[in-house]
Nanobody, 117 residues
Framework: QVQLVESGGGLVQAGGSLRLSCAAS????????MKWFRQAPGKEREFVAA????????SYADSVKGRFTISRDNAKNTVYLQMNRLQPEDTAVYYC??????????WGQGTQVTVSS
């Protein structure tokens, strides 16, 4: 069992930056692929970024590539999402997720990110 708690969301002006954190509790955290998803009002949840458990390979949605960076610190059981050059269309609830397969097994409660124009 893994529990995930996100933090770092807030209100920022367009062009600004935020860093989200996701603290994980539970065993074998380093073996999980960690992902960030987001869900904007009236839209479906969408994939944002992922990072592997051991080789730290990363992947990004095209919409955030070059602006967002996912990273992890296995010693702290924490995954981060550095978000730069934020735009109003990045406004959403951001969720952290953990899993070993294609679909996440565990989800956090989400943190709100609002980007004003």
């Amino acid at each position: 069992q893994v529990q995930l708690v996100e933090s770092g969301g807030g209100l920022v002006q367009a062009g600004g930056s935020l860093r989200l954190s996701c603290a994980a509790s539970g065993r074998a955290y380093s073996t999980y692929v960690m992902k960030w998803f987001r869900q904007a009002p009236g839209k479906e949840r969408e994939f944002v970024a992922a990072i592997g458990g051991s080789r730290y390979s990363t992947s990004y949605a095209d919409s955030v590539k070059g602006r967002f960076t996912i990273s992890r610190d296995n010693a702290k059981n924490t995954v981060y999402l550095q978000m730069n050059r934020l735009q109003p269309e990045d406004t959403a609830v951001y969720y952290c997720a953990a899993g070993r397969g294609a679909s996440p097994d565990y989800w956090g409660q989400g943190t709100q990110v609002t980007v004003s124009s």
